[in-house]
Nanobody
């Protein structure tokens, strides 16, 4: 059974930091690009960041560039999202996802095959 389980969300003040984790099981983790997406109330889901399977190259949405860092540990089958200098507009449910791709990653959500259940991040002003 494929599983992606996010953790690390919570309530933080603006300017603070959180580190999200997503533990994977049930598929060949090394062969998948990993992405983080988020959805705020009343808004469409948006891509935040992704990391490729092949060379670990990364991509970030402009809204988080310079503040968020994605990484992966293939030995632990886990992907992380370090979020610094958080803003109230970062408030959303954050989802991790896996895309079977040996090429560069992307933030088009229809590329992704597997999704986690999400973790809530709330940033207070």
């Amino acid at each position: 059974e494929v599983q992606l389980v996010e953790s690390g969300g919570g309530l933080v003040q603006a300017g603070g930091s959180l580190r999200l984790s997503c533990a994977a099981s049930g598929f060949t983790f090394d062969d998948y690009a990993l992405g983080w997406f988020r959805q705020a109330p009343g808004k469409d889901r948006e891509g935040v960041s992704c990391i490729s399977s092949s060379d670990g190259s990364t991509y970030y949405a402009d809204s988080v560039k310079g503040r968020f860092t994605i990484s992966r540990d293939n030995s632990k089958k886990t992907v992380y999202l370090q979020m610094n200098r958080l803003k109230p507009e970062d408030t959303a449910v954050y989802y991790c996802a896996a895309d079977f791709s040996l090429n560069t990653c992307g933030l088009l959500d229809r590329r992704y095959d597997y999704w986690g259940q999400g973790t809530q991040v709330t940033v207070s002003s």
